[in-house]
């Protein structure tokens, strides 16, 4: 299947390539096209690059809107339609640096990623919040972990989108579980508490319902 990454920094960089090492096809779009062409040169056939965020959406059953948050819903605005009907995937933490390098949330304590997204997201659109729970090293260290698989959680208050997310977490080479619906989503961010954990399927369930 097709899946569309705007965004091929840090984390979208690392997705594509797990996504395309399980046999996924990648439509790619970056701010700088160089970005993303770099990123398709290194993962070969499978990756494609799109001219803009709206064209990566093209023949794409998913994106992947693997951006800060503070341009999120500007790329949002400008692929508003062809949105809906689609798994939306997000990844991004309401956080940024300051000018000493501290990491600073740029929403409110108990404001999440999650629910701000979700309103900004057209009706139709299916929104999952996931691969942004852990930091890029720790995803690249624990993906197709062996005999135990790590775990991705996800939330979501779409089933359909559930479904969906699920194949493209184990595509990626992890177990998924879902830690609730999207009123959840600050538990999967940066200093929530299931961010950055490594563990297997049976301490994650175990963890959920510790909230
Ligand atoms: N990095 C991590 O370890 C990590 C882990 C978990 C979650 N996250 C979250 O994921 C989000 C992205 O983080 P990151 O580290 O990947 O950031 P990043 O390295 O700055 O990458 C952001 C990407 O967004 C692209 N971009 C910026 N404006 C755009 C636009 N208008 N249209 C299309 N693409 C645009 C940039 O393009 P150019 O490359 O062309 O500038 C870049 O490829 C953040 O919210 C972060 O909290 C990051």
């Known amino acids: 299947m ?3 990454i705007i965004g091929t920094g840090g984390i979208g960089s690392v997705i594509a390539r797990h996504l395309a090492s399980g046999g996924e096809t990648l439509r790619l779009s970056s701010a700088d096209p160089e970005s993303a062409r770099t990123l398709a040169a290194q993962i070969g056939p499978a990756a494609v690059v799109a001219a803009s965020s709206r064209d990566a959406l093209q023949g794409a059953d998913a994106v992947v809107l693997a951006l800060r948050f503070s341009v999120l819903k500007g790329v949002i605005d400008e692929i508003t339609a062809p949105l809906a009907g689609r798994l939306v995937v997000v990844p991004s933490n309401p956080v940024t ?3 000493h390098g501290n990491v600073i949330r740029v ?4 404001q ?3 629910q701000v997204v979700a309103g900004w997201l057209p009706a139709g659109a299916r929104l999952a919040m996931a691969f942004g729970s852990m930091r890029a090293d720790l995803f690249v260290a624990a993906s197709n972990r062996s005999p135990e698989p790590a775990v991705l959680f996800y939330v979501t208050d779409d089933d359909r989108a559930g479904e969906e997310v699920e194949r493209l977490i184990r595509t990626a080479g992890f177990e998924p579980v ?3 619906g999207i009123e959840q989503s600050g538990r999967l961010e940066v200093g929530g508490d ?3 954990l490594v563990v297997g399927p049976a301490a994650a369930r175990s963890l959920i319902g510790k909230a």
């Open 178 to 180: 879902k830690a609730g």
């Open 112 to 114: 999440s990623s999650g």
């Open 194 to 196: 299931l961010h950055d």
């Open 97 to 99: 640096t300051d000018a």
């Open 2 to 4: 097709t899946t569309a």
């Open 107 to 110: 929403l409110p304590e108990g």
